[in-house]
């Protein structure tokens, strides 16, 4: 089995759409094998179920969060693949865990978009625009995971 974690800041607007939006292209692609959950590296939502604005853009497009609840990335975890929503939370990431084994990339790392980050869009409310930097991205980190992992499909 192999692990892919998203990571942001709260973990209840860009890594739990990222969880969902994944989960369900893996779905679409009868992709077994790998495992998605996501985490935040900070601690005041803990528990929470995602952002009002993840949930309707999920919704929006028909994609299930159902038992996605924010959870804290750890100095304990060590998934495959770790994917940041950006610089900050890499950052973040390294100091949490500075003795990663598994992977660490920023998501737009696997999007043809010029951008490098994926804003927050509990600051900036454009749920929308986040949904599709994500949306772009999954298919190319599904097909490098399959690639140099292999999987089940």
């Not at 929006?60 to 038992?67: A, E, L, V």
């Not at 495959?80 to 990663?100: E, F």
Request: charged share 20%.
């Amino acid at each position: 089995m192999t692990t892919v974690a998203f990571v942001c800041l709260g973990n209840i607007c860009r890594s739990p759409m990222a969880e969902a939006i994944m989960r369900q292209r893996l779905k679409d692609r009868n992709i077994t094998g790998i495992e998605v959950t996501s985490r935040g590296t900070g601690d005041w939502n803990l528990g929470q179920t995602p952002h009002r604005g993840t949930q309707k853009i999920l919704n929006t497009h028909s994609i299930p969060f159902d038992g996605i609840v924010s959870e804290l990335f750890t100095e304990h975890d060590d998934f495959d693949y770790i994917i940041a929503m950006d610089q900050s939370n890499v950052d973040n990431i390294k100091r949490i865990n500075p003795n990663l084994k598994g992977k660490l990339f920023k998501l737009l790392a696997f999007s043809s978009l010029s951008d490098t980050d994926v804003p927050d869009p509990y600051y900036t409310g454009n749920f929308e625009g986040v949904y599709h930097m994500i949306q772009s991205s999954c298919d190319q980190l599904i097909d490098y995971i399959v690639n140099n992992e292999g999987s089940n499909s």
